[in-house]
């Protein structure tokens, strides 16, 4: 399942899904392929430091969607929302940082929050959570 996945993710234009299939896919065999962990290491560095914005929202959206075949634990979850807050973190730039991305982010993160009962599971990080959405909409309305 994971190269057909891969397909989908990375199939906003040709050069992205052949760079997914050259890098992350070994084989078409899924006994081959990576693992759902190393499958998440690699959209998770492709969230954080790829410069094109097409992949990297294309991961955001794939991890959205797939977050529960790929985040197996709350250590895991805790590495996907700690790359999340470094993106929302980083200043915009217009290039590799643009407040599109950002929105994705957001996007991605509140679904997984959702996804993973965080509201009483991780009940520090939904709050943390909240206040992080309380705070882009004060500064929003400035």
């Known amino acids: 399942w994971t190269y057909e996945m891969l397909r989908y993710a990375f199939s906003w234009n040709e050069e992205s899904a052949d760079k997914a299939l050259k890098y992350v896919v070994n084989s078409r ?3 081959e392929s990576m693992s759902e962990a190393q499958l998440l290491d690699i959209l ?8 094109d914005e097409v992949e990297r929202t294309s991961a955001l959206v794939f991890l959205e969607e797939h977050g529960a075949s790929l985040v197996f634990d709350y250590t895991r979850l805790h ?3 700690f790359v999340l ?3 929302l973190g980083s ?7 643009t407040y599109s991305l950002k ?8 679904a997984l929050v959702i996804q993973f009962n965080c509201f009483e599971s991780d009940v520090q990080r939904f709050e943390g959570f909240v206040d992080l959405l309380y705070g882009l909409i ?3 309305n400035r």
Request: glycine letters at 2%; zero cysteines.
């Open 91 to 97: 200043p915009v730039d217009g290039q590799s940082m």
């Open 85 to 87: 807050d470094n993106v």
């Open 79 to 81: 590495k996907v929302f």
């Open 29 to 31: 065999n899924s006994l």
């Open 138 to 140: 004060k500064n929003t």
């Open 44 to 51: 998770l560095l492709t969230i954080l430091t790829e410069k």
């Open 103 to 110: 929105s994705q982010v957001l996007v991605t993160y509140t």
